[in-house]
Every structure is written in C-alpha cells, then in structure tokens.
C-alpha cells in the first residue's frame, strides 16, 4: 500500500490512474501468472489480461460469487484455487543497472510475500464459512488499513481502547488488535462477550476510565441499556465504533441517545464497514459521510444486484470488490452481497475532505430481503428496514424475527424482550401496530424473557447476533 498522506488528497483522475496500473499489474504480474482459478478462467474465456486497460473493460471479466470460492465437500482443497502460488524459485530476477554498494541489486517478485502466515474467516451467515489466506504481506496491509482507519475516525494513541469484538478468526477482531499495536495506544482485547463477558467488559471500560469503545452495534446497544444493572459508569466513554454488523444511521442516532442520557463525557459514534473478503474495514469520517475506501487497497465497483450492469455515482447497488495489493487469497470481481444504499462517490468528503472513493448510505444484505407469500400474491420484505426500526426503538431491549409458512401465506413473528421497566403488555400491541403499519404483512408480535431470547440470537455466543430465521423450509 502507498503512502496514506499522499493517496487520501490525490485528486480523483490520479487515484484513477493509480488503480488501472495496479490492476493491471495484478492481472498480467499475478493472476495470469500464479493463480489457479483466474488463469483456468481466463484460458476458458478467451480473456487476454493486457487488453484489460481500463477500469471499464473490467467488465469484459465474469464476475465471482460467494458460491464460486466457499468449501467442497467433494474437493477439500477447492479454496486453494483462489490463493497466489509463490514465485518458482530465480522467477522474473533480472539484474538492476545502477550503482549498489554490494554489486547490482536483484528485482523481482519476493518469494517472502506469498509464504503463508495465518487464516481468516468469512462470517458464514449466507454459506459455509470461507478461509481467506493471508501472509505477512496482507497482515502489514490490514494494519495499515487500520491504522488509516483509526486516524479517520480521529483515534490516537491517547485514547485508552477497549476492544469488545468478538474474539475469532476473523478480519474484524485483528485490524483492530493490530491498529491499536500499529498506533500505540492502551487497549484491552477482550475478546467480546463471548471471552471476557458484558460485565467484565463494563467494568474494564469504567476502571480503566477508557474514552474508547469499539462494539458491534446490537451487542454495543445491549451494553449501554445494561450498563446501570452492573452498576458501572460511562462517565469517561467518548466514543463508539460499530462495527462487525451493518449499522444504520437510526442505530447511530439511538447509541448517541443512550451515551447522552449515561452521562458520557462526548457522544461520538462512528460506523466501520468490514467485508471479510475485502482483507480490511474502511471507516466514516463521521456519521453519514460514508466509508472511506484504500483505493491503493482494493477497488470498488457498485452493480445492479441483478443485472450486474455497473452503476454511476450515487446509485444504490451491490458492493463488488477486486483486490489491487494483496497476496494469500487473492479475488477478482467479487459480488459481496452487500447493498449500500447511497452507491458510491468519488466527489471528497466534505466533512474531512479526503479525496478517497466513498461508499454512502447504509449497508444492507441481500439475504435480508425475502420474497414473501402473501393472500395477494407475491410480496417483498426488507428485513434490513425491519431490523432498522427495531433497533432504533427504546423499548426493546432484545429482538429477533421468524419467517413461518402456511397453506395459504407466508407470516413474520416477531419476538422481543422489552428494556427493564417498560409494560410489557402495552408494548406488545404498540408495537404491532406499528410494524403493521411499516410491512404490509401477517405478522405477529410476541414477549419471551432475556435468557430466552439471548440464546437464541447467540448474544455471546456468535460473532454478531443473529436476528433473522427463515423456517420456510423446514
């Protein structure tokens, strides 16, 4: 990756210009040359890499899905195929005319940069979970990314941090662990609820009176709502960094509601918008500027979902990434399921005036829109909305949603557990009413208790909880 003070204020044409030699290194330098699934592709397409000249003639490329690159029980070795072999050994050295202290200087591909050093995980929430290859290449480039993360989001080594994501094999715990270590700053890893528990979590956060807090956004907003029950303070929290989960900008608003009324010493939220296969996070400014991509990193295109045609600026669409800089598991095209809702920018930011593309909106699932069966036919339900207003309410503590069949229908059960205090027999048909009047649905609302609820969402037991279970087709 590139210098961060130089590519965040390059003006858009250059940072173009940057991409297509990047992309054209990796097509003819790597994947033609050392990657078993895109040169087979290639051969089989009839695709010449060196006449990939332009961002626009990537679309000349197929594009890669999820199902293209997740594990075969029929070829344990299928995700391979989507890793860079090292260089053979003398491959492309040529000698470098110039003086050199010690003779002329060898050039080349480094056969360090392709070793193998650790494996990341996909989330798994639409397949089986995908091991993502990196080496100590891709571990420098996610701490940079990091690392310019945290400096967007005006993170310093200052700031005492508390890092509630979940403990796993996943990009999203390490780019933090790594960003604090890169930085400097005081930080506990505590592995989430899952390692260190909500209370310990709260207690850490009051005792070491950290400014800092970096929590998925359901866990994040349970916490707050909780944090009077263990009797701890968040006098010294300034700020919050969801992420890990997608994050409405009606979430953001509820966090900073709740700091607010905790008493917090500031109410600074800010969204980090992770993809596992993107190796790195991108983060927002502020709330509502949207993501701020390492162009040097990974170049973004937004598509229509289903036509796959290339969207322009500002139209909503599906997030598809095509790695520039990496090594390990390397991706082509790759459709990630992810809707942002604004498209994307190459205009610079007007909050912090970087020059970086910029992803806007919120970021929404594919897999969390349905085709439903209705008494009139077939209807479409956004769960993404469902899990906005849920989120955003002040009487729900804990929620998640069931998608039932019967003969004649398909119905949405709902099934919540109100925060301490709230009548619960008021807010059952409250709040009936009013998704009855959002989603023109057969639904129901039903009360369950927190343990009840909180097992089956994995409160601290997944590495995001799971609001959403499509019983259709059992």
């Not at 990796?26 to 592709?41: C, D, G, I, N, S």
């Not at 029950?229 to 900008?249: C, M, R, W, Y």
């Not at 097992?455 to 799971?466: C, D, R, S």
Request: with cysteine; hydrophobic share 40%; charged share 25%.
């Amino acid at each position: 990756m590139q210098a961060w003070n130089k590519i965040s204020r390059m003006p858009a044409p250059a940072i173009k210009k940057l991409q297509e030699e990047l992309l054209g290194k990796m097509l003819t330098e790597e994947l033609m040359v050392r990657h078993p699934y895109y040169k087979a592709l290639f051969n089989e397409k009839g695709i010449n890499p060196a006449e990939i000249k332009s961002i626009d003639d990537l679309n000349k490329i197929p594009f890669t899905e999820k199902a293209d690159i997740v594990p075969r029980e029929d070829d344990l070795l299928h995700t391979k195929k989507f890793v860079l072999e090292p260089p053979a050994e003398g491959e492309g050295k040529e000698k470098k005319k110039g003086f050199s202290l010690f003779g002329k200087k060898e050039t080349g591909p480094d056969p360090g940069d392709y070793t193998f050093h650790t494996l990341y995980f996909s989330a798994g929430r639409t397949a089986k979970p995908v091991p993502i290859e990196y080496t100590h290449y891709d571990l420098d480039n996610l701490k940079e990314a990091g690392m310019r993360a945290f400096e967007i989001m005006e993170i310093t080594r200052d700031d005492t941090l508390i890092n509630a994501f979940t403990y796993a094999p996943n990009a999203h715990f390490w780019q933090t662990f790594y960003s604090t270590i890169g930085i400097g700053s005081t930080a506990l890893q505590t592995g989430g609820g899952k390692v260190l528990g909500l209370e310990k979590i709260l207690k850490a956060l009051d005792s070491m009176e950290a400014p800092a807090l970096v929590i998925s956004p359901g866990y994040g907003r349970f916490a707050l709502l909780t944090l009077d029950h263990f009797g701890f303070s968040a006098g010294n929290l300034e700020k919050i960094v969801l992420g890990i989960d997608f994050t409405p900008i009606a979430v953001v608003d509820r966090i900073k509601a709740l700091m607010k009324e905790l008493g917090a010493k500031d109410d600074q939220v800010r969204r980090i918008y992770f993809n596992s296969e993107a190796k790195s996070g991108w983060a927002e400014c502020a709330p509502g500027f949207g993501y701020h991509t390492n162009p040097d990193h990974i170049l973004v295109e937004i598509v229509d979902p289903v036509t796959g045609e290339v969207l322009s600026e500002g139209e909503p669409g599906e997030i598809v990434i095509t790695h520039l800089d990496t090594r390990g598991t390397v991706l082509l095209r790759f459709k990630t399921g992810d809707i942002a809702t604004g498209g994307m920018t190459t205009e610079p930011c007007p909050n912090c005036k970087r020059t970086v593309p910029r992803i806007l909106g919120d970021i929404e699932r594919k897999e969390h829109i349905y085709e439903l069966k209705g008494k009139e036919g077939i209807v479409s339900f956004n769960g993404n909305h469902l899990r906005r207003v849920m989120f955003a309410r002040e009487d729900v503590l804990l929620w998640y949603a069931e998608l039932n069949r019967t003969d004649s229908e398909d119905t949405l059960k709902v099934i919540v557990k109100g925060v301490s205090g709230t009548d619960e027999e008021a807010l059952l048909p409250a709040l009936k009413d009013a998704l009855v009047g959002e989603f023109n649905l057969a639904l129901t609302v039903e009360g369950s208790s927190l343990d009840a609820v909180a097992n089956k969402i994995g409160l601290e037991k997944n590495i995001t909880e799971q609001n959403f279970f499509d019983n259709r087709m059992n």
